[in-house]
């Protein structure tokens, strides 16, 4: 069974802190790895990974995959209250017949305190 | 452009009732896939259709059913709803059901309460 595991749970950062989370994944057959975010409402894209050692970078956010190791991290840096919200990291894998489908981790809490 | 749209944004419904939620996609989009959300856990995949054919299906129940319009938009039928059908129901849409190069677009979704 496909699996994809977050962490933290959850983390309490002050405002400028730097924030690493870690995404894992067991899967048989991968295309890609997605991160959002997700504040009151529905996930809101951040990056999609499909290539090892390649990092993408979007301001004060970067991501980076590692396909050799199955794992992913998402960086933070120059943290904002803004920021305050559930990550999740999702890994796209075939259905049966054809077209995707995601599977996601629990998602990874982080509160910003001013 | 108009995004993904779904409706309601919110219902409550009682145990034993039923529920049908919608969902349109992104113009051109074939593509949909339901997602259901419960409280404190990452989305777990219910259904995709593509051409109005079910694609794929997850670990649910048979009270969970959909079908896709010829215009591409969808619908998610709930039946005999239980309290722990209670989630955020996500629609997803793309091109053709795979993510490629663009990311999975979703809706606002359907907050489902049941009470």
């Known amino acids: 069974e496909d699996k994809v595991v977050q962490s933290p749970l959850s983390l309490v950062v002050h405002e400028g802190d730097t924030v690493t989370l870690n995404c894992s994944y067991e899967v048989t057959n991968f295309r890609s790895l997605l991160w959002y975010k997700q504040e009151k409402k529905a996930p809101t894209f951040l990056f999609m990974l499909t290539s090892s050692g390649i990092e993408k970078k979007s301001g004060r956010l970067s991501s980076i995959l590692d396909k050799k190791e199955l794992f992913s991290i998402l960086n933070i840096t120059a943290t904002q209250t803004g920021d305050s919200a559930v990550y999740l990291c999702?890994?796209?894998?075939?259905?049966?017949?054809?077209?995707?489908?995601?599977?996601f981790g629990g998602g990874t809490r982080v509160l910003v305190k001013p | 452009d108009a995004g993904v749209t779904q409706s309601p944004t919110h219902l409550i419904k009682t145990r034993g009732q039923h529920v049908t939620l919608r969902c349109s996609p992104i113009?051109?989009?074939?593509?949909v896939s339901w997602y259901q959300q419960v409280l404190g856990q990452g989305p777990q995949f219910i259904f995709q259709?593509?051409?109005?054919?079910?694609?794929g299906r997850g670990n649910f129940p048979d009270r969970f059913s959909a079908r896709q319009f010829p215009n591409y938009s969808s619908e998610l039928n709930v039946n005999a709803l239980l309290l722990g059908d209670s989630a955020l129901y996500l629609c997803?849409?793309?091109?053709?059901?795979?993510?490629?190069?663009?990311?999975?677009?979703f809706g606002q979704g359907t907050r489902l309460t049941v009470v």
């Open positions: 999702a890994v796209e894998v075939p259905l049966k017949a054809a077209g995707n489908k995601l599977t």
């Open positions: 997803a849409s793309s091109l053709e059901g795979e993510i490629g190069d663009t990311e999975a677009f």
């Open positions: 113009s051109g989009h074939k593509s």
């Open positions: 259709y593509y051409e109005k054919e079910e694609r």
